[in-house]
């Protein structure tokens, strides 16, 4: 059985609002989790959809420290950082799993989720993240909602683009000549030695 979580959020200001291009400094509006069981099949037997405003980010770490693997796009360089003032722990030593970073390891290069969705799965995503910043500034009920929306929105399809990938071991997109492009990417577990291996060794 695997634990694994898929993680979200957006940030109260934007680059061009902070003095340095620190995503520390950005703060964070709301995370969204899904976090979810896997059997040995590395089939999804349990999961849950939970959302956490600034006030309730103490409730959440708890979920992340349970994690076999914390999954995310472009997790490591900025969600993870934008999370670093809020933390008391060392959050970056979790067991981490950036779909872009595996990708930019296998291509050489950056890309968008939406561009990666739009030609995996055959969609988009369903705003852009300087909307997030605006519906928290603007704060009253119909723009926190629509906030937390877009931010769960975001988690579910990252989740199904790293279950595809999971099951079919490649992801497509398009070259900047506008080229489809397909490229092959593990996100299997790393085989687990059994008691009875071990016991076979002696």
């Known amino acids: 059985m695997y634990r694994e979580v898929f993680f979200d959020l957006e940030t109260k200001k934007l680059f061009g609002d902070v003095d340095e291009g620190n995503p520390s400094l950005l703060g964070a509006s709301i995370v969204s989790l899904w976090e979810r ?55 970056e030593k979790l067991p981490h799993f950036d779909i872009m970073g595996k990708f930019k390891d296998a291509v050489g290069h950056r890309i968008s989720l939406d561009a990666l969705t739009k030609e995996t799965l055959g969609r988009e995503k369903t705003d852009v993240g300087i909307n997030a910043v605006y519906y928290y500034q603007k704060g009253d009920a119909k723009s926190l909602a629509k906030l937390k929306k877009y931010c769960e929105n975001d988690v579910i399809i990252t989740k199904d683009l790293y279950d595809f990938i999971l099951k079919n071991g490649y992801v497509l997109y398009k070259d900047k000549w506008n080229t489809p492009r397909k490229v092959e990417l593990d996100f299997s577990y790393p085989k687990k030695e059994t008691e009875e291996s071990q016991i076979g060794l002696f």
Do not use: C, H
């Open 37 to 91: 069981t896997l059997n040995k099949n590395l089939e999804e037997v349990d999961g849950a959809l939970n959302s956490f405003w600034e006030s309730d980010f103490e409730q959440m770490w708890k979920v992340f420290q349970n994690a076999d693997r914390i999954i995310g796009f472009n997790s490591i360089g900025f969600d993870s950082q934008v999370l670093k003032p809020y933390v008391n722990f060392p959050f």
